[in-house]
Nanobody, 118 residues
Framework: QVQLVESGGGLVQAGGSLRLSCLAS????????VGWYRQAPGKQRELVAS???????NYADSVKGRFTISRDNAKRAVYLQMNSLKPEDTAVYYC????????????WGQGTQVTVSS
């Protein structure tokens, strides 16, 4: 069983920055891809960024150039550095671990709220 715990969310003004962290339990973390998802009120959950076990990254077009995903396998941690935040980035952000397939996460964190004020 794997547990994912996010932290780092909060309230920030537009143009500001936040760094989200996700700490994982379980030894399988380092062997699998990890993603950050977000869900805004009334909208579907969307994949924001993902990183493979080898460090390859992928980003949604809406965050390219502003967000950076990284991981530290020794610490079983994945991070999301968010810069130049916009009000439309307001959402609950979830950390997710891909195990069975690369398209559907197997494990989810509980989420952390990010609110960007204009």
């Amino acid at each position: 069983q794997v547990q994912l715990v996010e932290s780092g969310g909060g309230l920030v003004q537009a143009g500001g920055s936040l760094r989200l962290s996700c700490l994982a339990s379980g030894s399988i973390f380092s062997r699998n891809a990890v993603g950050w998802y977000r869900q805004a009120p009334g909208k579907q959950r969307e994949l924001v960024a993902s990183i493979t076990s080898g460090g390859g990254t992928n980003y949604a077009d809406s965050v390219k150039g502003r967000f950076t995903i990284s991981r530290d396998n020794a610490k079983r941690a994945v991070y999301l550095q968010m810069n130049s935040l916009k009000p439309e980035d307001t959402a609950v952000y979830y950390c997710a671990l891909f195990v069975a397939t690369i398209s559907t996460p197997t494990y989810w964190g509980q989420g952390t709220q990010v609110t960007v004020s204009s």
